[in-house]
């Protein structure tokens, strides 16, 4: 559990537990509750609040500090929980004195955290159209997307990404002082399970542990299931939820930046840092920002694009992968001495260099698996599909296991008895290792319609499982060239069946498949390491 910041006095509350924990909120709720009592501490230094707290019903997201903060009316649904008193012990701009007057504020935690699909929040009659396609005729609604994706990837790649003009300043105006704490601002999409939010929360320990002080800002709406994460112990969290209105953005940013000695900026996908940062560097150009990059959005162009327009106010793109690092420098003009390749291969593994093929008997049944979150992307329809083709027509006994949880969990336990697999499938969660799966597993299959390079894959090849891969992203970096199949679906079933009946059929073909991928993790493994060279940056910015 952690304490109440520095940063606020609590002068009186109703039994809510925010200093303690012992009250009406939940872990989860308490720190959101912090969250936002931090925003306007920051923004506002020096002023006392009394804020009504409310709670919505499940799945509602919360509003923290956007305008609707400031009404003292809110919906028949939402429970007041109760009300507290705090104080921002954030020092006011030198020569001023401290602001008189409460402000009222009534911040809604919103409700349990919820998982839903997208598209069941499509409104009106095409939103309904589109749901009922989608969940009746999931491969068919596929294939189409997939069509489209073609087509809007080869409009993109034909696409140069205008950048920001660069900020010319080399001394920034002082206005006020900063404070003595050394920090990190670190922009976050948000704190839900992912890839690159385990990675950001790994960086956030690593700046602990070099000395600073993490003030962990995230922009985009969420229930915030991973802000009890032991790694935020300590750290300043604030989720922002929007519109925040242009004078509270610079007041809280200035907040921050008073209140603490700023050494750097990362950023881990966050639009709203990312957006900021020319001003950020019109007033700090000494600040260093990384941008931590994971994945090429075809569709929409996503981070990589903003950090390519923003490059002019960036000091390092940090890619994990080959091929991040060809399409910054090759196709967008980058500065290459600007881009530092550092993988997540032991992100979460040990010694992927020396993974070796795990042995197989010919008893038992051939085991296939699939591990990730249930989202559109990840796709785990299509591995349903492939496995009801492979148990018509595997030579063996076969089995599957499919290991994850998500907004189409619905649809994934659906698709389980519709296409007759009950009896030869497992469906594992989050209370079970996923290190017991790569353990029980012959083959771990990916069906992603876009990656950036899988922490998955990693760990499959560190447990000597071969991978069979949708051929997106950096995924042959580390798969086997024949391992890698179409992303349409129809010819990934196809395609992904044969190989894998292959495995079956001739266990010196899998050995050969594995050897190559173990050959490639090597290769990855002689790569610089991105927790290594996070450590090295941040204690640089400590001198």
């Known amino acids: 559990m952690d304490k109440l910041p520095e940063i606020v006095e609590l002068l009186d509350e109703s039994g809510i537990g925010l200093a303690d924990g012992e009250g009406l909120l939940d872990e989860r709720e308490r720190r959101i509750l912090i969250g936002a009592v931090n925003f306007h501490?920051?923004?506002?230094?020096?002023?006392?609040?009394?804020?009504?707290?409310?709670?919505g019903p499940r799945g509602t997201m919360p509003s923290l500090t956007d305008d609707r903060t400031r009404h003292i009316e809110w919906g028949d649904d939402r429970e007041v929980v109760g009300s507290l008193v705090v104080r921002s012990t954030v020092q006011t701009t030198s020569g001023t004195n401290p602001p008189e007057g409460l402000v009222d504020l009534a911040v809604d935690l919103g409700g349990e955290p919820e998982v839903a699909s997208a598209y069941h929040q499509l409104p009106g009659l095409m939103g309904k159209v589109r749901r009922s396609v989608r969940f009746f005729a999931p491969v068919q609604f596929d294939v189409l997307r997939q069509y489209r994706t073609d087509v809007t990837e080869k409009r993109y790649r034909?696409?140069?990404?205008?950048?920001?003009?660069p900020v010319r300043i080399t001394r920034g105006t002082t206005a006020t002082g900063h404070g003595a704490t050394p920090a990190i601002i670190f922009g976050i999409h948000w704190l839900e399970l992912g890839g690159a939010e385990r990675f950001a929360l790994e960086t956030v320990q690593l700046a602990k542990e070099a000395g600073f002080?993490?003030?962990?800002?995230?922009?985009?709406?969420?229930?915030?299931?991973?802000?009890?994460?032991?790694?935020?112990?300590?750290?300043?969290?604030?989720?922002?939820?929007?519109?925040?209105?242009?004078e509270q953005e610079s007041a809280f940013l200035n907040g921050v930046l008073s209140a603490y000695d700023v050494r750097g900026v990362h950023l881990h996908h966050s639009t709203w840092l990312a957006q900021r940062l020319p001003w950020l560097k019109s007033i700090r150009p000494d600040l260093p920002v990384i941008d931590s990059l994971h994945i090429l959005e075809w569709r929409t162009g996503g981070f990589v694009d903003i950090s390519v327009r923003m490059t002019n106010v960036i000091?390092?793109?940090?890619?994990?992968?080959?091929?991040?690092?060809?399409?910054?420098?090759?196709k967008q003009g980058v500065d290459p001495a600007k881009v530092e390749l550092a993988t997540l291969a032991n992100l979460t593994t040990k010694g992927i260099g020396q993974a070796a093929a795990k042995a197989k008997s010919d008893d038992g049944p051939f085991t296939v698996a699939f591990v990730?979150?249930?989202?559109?992307?990840?796709?785990?329809?299509?591995?349903?599909?492939?496995?009801?083709?492979?148990?018509?027509?595997?030579?063996?006994?076969?089995r599957f296991i499919v290991h994850g949880d998500g907004e189409l969990a619905g649809e994934v336990h659906g698709l389980v008895s519709r296409l007759g697999l009950s009896d030869v499938l497992e469906l594992r969660g989050s209370d079970k290792p996923v290190a017991k799966t790569l353990a029980d597993a012959d083959v771990l299959v990916i069906s992603s319609d876009n990656e950036g390079l899988t922490l998955t894959s990693f760990e499959a090849t560190a447990a000597g499982v071969p991978v069979v891969s949708t051929d997106v992203g950096s995924q042959a970096s580390l798969v086997a060239e024949d391992l890698l199949v179409p992303r349409h679906p129809y010819?990934?079933?196809s395609?992904?069946?044969?190989?894998?009946?292959?495995?079956?059929?001739?266990?010196?073909?899998?050995k050969t498949w594995l050897d190559e991928q173990a050959g490639k993790a090597a290769a990855f493994a002689k790569l610089p390491d991105a927790r290594t060279w996070v450590r090295d940056t941040y204690e640089g910015w400590l001198k």
Not at 380 to 393: R, V
């Open 213 to 246: 002080t993490p003030i962990v800002i995230t922009d985009r709406p969420s229930t915030h299931p991973w802000i009890t994460r032991p790694e935020l112990d300590g750290a300043i969290v604030v989720p922002l939820t929007h519109p925040v209105s242009p």
């Open 315 to 330: 000091d390092h793109h940090h890619v994990i992968s080959p091929m991040l690092r060809d399409y910054l420098v090759g």
């Open 495 to 510: 395609t992904a069946a044969e190989r894998i009946r292959t495995m079956i059929n001739s266990p010196e073909q899998r």
């Open 372 to 398: 990730g979150r249930f989202t559109q992307q990840k796709r785990p329809y299509l591995f349903l599909q492939l496995a009801a083709s492979l148990k018509g027509s595997a030579s063996r006994e076969i």
């Open 491 to 493: 010819p990934f079933i």
């Open 158 to 165: 034909k696409r140069e990404v205008p950048k920001k003009a």
């Open 41 to 55: 501490a920051l923004a506002r230094p020096g002023r006392t609040f009394r804020i009504t707290v409310l709670r």
